[in-house]
């Protein structure tokens, strides 16, 4: 591998860690405001998006192991936001979806990100935002291809 791209390579790195890094110090702020954690944000995120999910398929989406899903899941079930359904085609599973109280607070953190998204997206020149979008897609479906992405540990 030729120097340029070694240096490319350290670039995207670092590139990516301050990124990670700081959407991750606004997703903080923006859940804890509304009295939950990070990954319980994901998960309400997850279940607005997918209504009456699996645990196996929560823990696939977000790449984590069942066990941690699952701790997370008791917590939200205990606060109100989640119910926990045995599933009607096997008894051995269970659904999960959002309660009435755990909609309205996925949407008060979807409010609060969009607007953080919004305010960045102001330093950023109007016929530059399309490219930018595009660009994360590009690097995130890129990602989700890699042998090394985001797998969770067995």
Do not use: W
């Not at 120097?3 to 990516?16: A, D, F, G, N, P």
């Not at 051995?92 to 990100?113: C, D, F, H, P």
């Amino acid at each position: 591998m030729e120097m340029k791209q070694i240096q490319q390579h350290v670039s995207v790195r670092e590139i990516l860690q301050l990124l990670v890094r700081r959407f991750g110090l606004l997703q903080k702020d923006g859940a804890q405001c509304c009295g939950v954690t990070v990954i319980q944000s994901h998960i309400l995120y997850e279940l607005e998006r997918r209504p009456s999910i699996s645990l196996n398929e929560l823990s696939q989406l977000l790449s984590m192991d069942t066990g941690a899903i699952s701790r997370q899941i008791q917590q939200l079930v205990e606060l109100g936001l989640i119910n926990r359904i045995p599933d009607p085609k096997d008894r051995r599973y269970v659904v999960l979806s959002l309660t009435e109280k755990g909609t309205r607070q996925s949407r008060e953190i979807a409010v609060t990100m969009e607007s953080y998204v919004q305010s960045i997206f102001q330093f950023i020149p109007e016929d530059k935002q399309e490219q930018v979008l595009e660009s994360l897609q590009m690097l995130s479906e890129a990602m989700s291809k890699s042998a090394n992405c985001c797998t969770p540990p067995l």
